[in-house]
């Protein structure tokens, strides 16, 4: 809308310093607001979808476009199966490259925290971070010797989700 504006107010400028020809209040106030509805017509859908914006586009008229709302994705987290470890992993960062961190936590099968870990990681991008998490915790089930056999042979198998 202000660039809409700043458009018309430009043009009327030159129309009077170029062509020595004084553009009405009421025809600059028309042409502001046929390029508002052009822009309109044109648009994808930018609104931010707040009170004050929906209450100014009707005051000119244009009903808007608002966004698609944000797609909500349920996820669960599911104990592992019996005599297996979970690892759970994250990290970020504030930008690419940014302050960044990561995290993980150990659990069984009956949901049980077995252990866990989080740092800074300096500065570096999130994959960096993730990656670095994932690192992290393979080292940590070597040291706590999760990949190993128990007494009764049975495998203790490490799942990364």
């Known amino acids: 809308m202000i660039g809409a504006g700043f458009y018309a107010i430009w043009h009327a400028r030159n129309a009077l310093c170029f062509q020595h020809s004084i553009l009405l209040p009421s025809s600059l106030f028309h042409s502001i607001w046929m390029q508002l509805h052009e822009i309109n017509f044109l648009s994808t859908g930018t609104m931010k979808n707040t009170v004050t914006e929906l209450c100014i586009l ?7 476009r608002p966004s698609k709302a944000p797609r909500i994705v349920e996820v669960m987290w599911h104990a592992p199966s019996i005599h297996q470890i979970k690892i759970n992993t994250d ?6 490259p940014s302050l960044a961190g990561c995290g993980g936590i150990f659990r069984d099968h009956l949901g049980q925290v077995l252990g866990c870990f989080a740092g800074n990681l300096g500065v570096t991008t999130a994959l960096e971070a993730e990656l ?3 690192i992290h915790a393979i080292q940590l089930a070597s040291q706590k010797g999760f ?10 198998s490490l799942l990364f989700s």
Do not use: F, P, T, Y
């Open 132 to 134: 670095r998490a994932v």
């Open 91 to 96: 990290g970020a960062a504030c930008g690419s």
């Open 58 to 64: 009707h005051q000119i008229g244009i009903s808007g």
């Open 147 to 156: 990949e190993s056999m128990d007494q009764r042979q049975r495998k203790l």
